[in-house]
């Protein structure tokens, strides 16, 4: 999955001139004024016609075409304003997931795998550890699952390493793969340890993690909670939300107040729009970006079951990526900047609009620039 950003990219400007003779030699035939048009003469015509809301004869000028990058819940507000015309990238004929042979499958043989089995599985995949991502996953996977996470972690983390009470991780693996994790790497691995339960057991790490926590995080008792924020800054180094727990997630970026980039994960093919809404802060974005994995794998499972793209898109998020060229005259490009700029249209519709204004007001001031968006 491949986390895009909304974009508005020109295809088609008539060259300004061009715009502006056009629209004034229709508007004059109304009037019968063809004689007073020089080389001048077009853009104080066009502001009187703006002015007056003679909005009929900016009709009359070149069409303009733009592409829209966004998510498939924009376009389809966008695809209401039918005098434009436009062109979308399919979901019939275009396939969101890498192409692969069919199979044939037991699905239920799949969850039956051992969690040994699965925990080795994922040590194969993740090395060498050599990324930030890859040590975080991996001490996500060593942990326990099903286990919920105390509400006030991650100061329960610092009780445990005091107390060394027993917590929710395997035993001797762990312990060998803390060893093999590179320095650099050593607090994304801990953090995922942590989302997975929200506990350790320092007993079975010889409490070589807990040693390194403390030291890392210069943790002694006096201090207590104080700590918190020394520690979140220490797991979240290189930290590409959001991975492992939602409420441990949000939390951390709540403690240290910053904002962190999302990960790429499994096929590039299938692109999502982010929400515009959503933060590193919030537990609803995890849920969305898991929301998000798991439409990716149905997907993909459906076309190596035999479904044809036009088939699995059954499954599709609004949030997916899609592109579509809009073309049309002027007019129809101020109805559509008036509605969707205003400060009660959607965030993400207003988002690209904005793009789309900028674009226009720059190449054709006359035709646009009395526009105030958002008032």
Not at 317 to 325: A, F, G
Not at 356 to 365: D, E, G, K, Q
């Amino acid at each position: 999955m491949r986390i895009v950003s909304p974009e508005v990219i020109p295809l088609i400007l008539p060259e300004r001139k061009t715009m502006y003779t056009q629209i004034e030699i229709a508007a004059r035939t109304c009037y019968k004024s063809e004689d007073k048009i020089t080389e001048n003469s077009a853009e104080k015509m066009i502001r009187s016609l703006v002015l007056r809301g003679h909005h009929a004869m900016i009709e009359h000028g070149p069409s303009i075409s733009m592409k829209f990058v966004c998510d498939r819940g924009v376009s389809h507000e966008i695809v209401r304003h039918r005098l434009f015309s436009f062109a979308q990238e399919s979901t019939r004929y275009v396939s969101s997931a890498e192409s692969g042979a069919r199979e044939n499958f037991d699905e239920k043989s799949e969850d039956e795998k051992s969690e040994k089995q699965g925990l080795q599985e994922a040590k194969e995949l993740l090395s060498p550890i050599d990324t930030p991502e890859k040590a975080l996953l991996l001490g996500f996977f060593q942990t326990s699952p099903g286990r919920p996470s105390p509400a006030n972690w991650p100061y329960s983390l610092l009780i445990k390493l005091e107390t060394g009470e027993q917590g929710a991780l395997s035993s001797g693996e762990t312990a060998q793969i803390w060893n093999d994790v590179p320095d650099e790497y050593k607090p994304t691995f801990a953090r995922g340890l942590l989302d997975g339960s929200g506990s350790l057991d320092v007993a079975s790490l010889g409490c070589d993690l807990a040693d390194w926590l403390k030291r890392a995080s210069d943790y002694n008792n006096d201090q207590g909670l104080g700590q918190l924020g020394a520690l979140s800054e220490l797991l979240l180094k290189d930290f590409k939300f959001p991975f492992g727990n939602p409420s441990n997630s949000a939390q951390l970026a709540a403690i240290t107040g910053k904002e962190y980039p999302f990960s790429d994960v499994l096929s590039p093919k299938f692109a999502v729009v982010k929400p515009l809404w959503a933060t590193a802060r919030s537990v609803a974005t995890w849920i969305w970006y898991e929301s998000m994995i798991q439409a990716e794998e149905n997907y993909a499972k459906l076309l190596r079951l035999g479904w044809k793209p036009q088939q699995a898109r059954a499954v599709l998020p609004n949030s997916l990526k899609t592109e579509i060229v809009v073309t049309g005259n002027a007019r129809e490009w101020r109805h559509f900047i008036e509605l969707r700029t205003a400060k009660d249209a959607h965030p993400q519709m207003r988002e690209v609009a904005l793009m789309a204004y900028s674009i226009l007001v720059s190449n054709y001031p006359v035709l646009f620039e009395d526009l105030k968006p958002g008032e």
